[in-house]
T-cell receptor, first 107, second 115 residues
């Protein structure tokens, strides 16, 4: 079956960069997504990347896609305490989500 | 405009009972998807509806069912509840299944506890 993997936890200091990684299995995914979930809330779409792109930048967010290795990453520059949340990657028409990475930003 | 509305926010049920959860999508959105979120399993896809038809279904037993009405509102039903059904149930809407570049808009979820 499909499998989307993420590391469970990441801790960074305020002002540093955060890198959240994701590996996926379905090479036919045309879009890959990053969502953010704050406590007590649903998921919020942060950004997405089309599969024919290697990189997409959106303000403090940079998405890198390595199709050969089926590896997706989300880099958050100048991480702030408000970035503390769980981050999910999703593939294959958003049927499959990763387990989520809990990002903790230390002031 | 109003977001995705899920009701109720919290629910406590006893094993063996059944439960119905409701989701009202963003106005104009015709596609609704349901997910189960648990600490151990993460986010698991349940099913997707578009124009009152189930388009896709995840790997859940037949106790989990859903439907969509002509106004795009959706309900999901779980019968013969088990302790393991305790989870946050999330609903997401989009304009249509093909609108993939816009992603989904999620509701805040219904927290179901089975005792």
């Amino acid at each position: 079956g499909e499998d989307v993997e993420q590391s469970l936890f990441l801790s960074v200091r305020e002002g540093d960069s955060s890198v959240i990684n994701c590996t996926y299995t379905d090479s036919s995914s045309t879009y890959l997504y990053w969502y953010k979930q704050e406590p007590g809330a649903g998921l919020q779409l942060l950004t997405y990347i089309f599969s024919n792109m290697d990189m997409k930048q959106d303000q403090r967010l940079t998405v890198l896609l390595n199709k050969k290795d089926k590896h997706l990453s989300l880099r958050i520059a100048d991480t702030q305490t408000g970035d503390s949340a769980i981050y999910f990657c999703a593939e294959r028409l958003q049927f499959y989500f990763g387990t989520g990475t809990s990002l903790t930003v230390i002031p | 405009k109003a977001g995705v509305t899920q009701t109720p926010r919290y629910l406590i049920k006893t094993r063996g009972q059944q439960v119905t959860l409701s989701c009202s999508p963003i106005s104009g959105h015709r596609s609704v998807s349901w997910y189960q979120q648990t600490p151990g399993q993460g986010l698991q896809f349940l099913f997707e509806y578009f124009s009152e038809t189930q388009r896709n279904k995840g790997n859940f037993p037949g106790r989990f069912s859903g439907r969509q009405f002509s106004n795009s509102r959706s309900e999901m039903n779980v019968s013969t509840l088990e302790l393991g059904d305790s989870a946050l149930y999330l609903c997401a809407s989009s304009l249509a299944p093909g609108q993939r570049s816009q992603g989904y808009t999620f509701g805040s979820g219904t927290r179901l506890t089975v005792v």
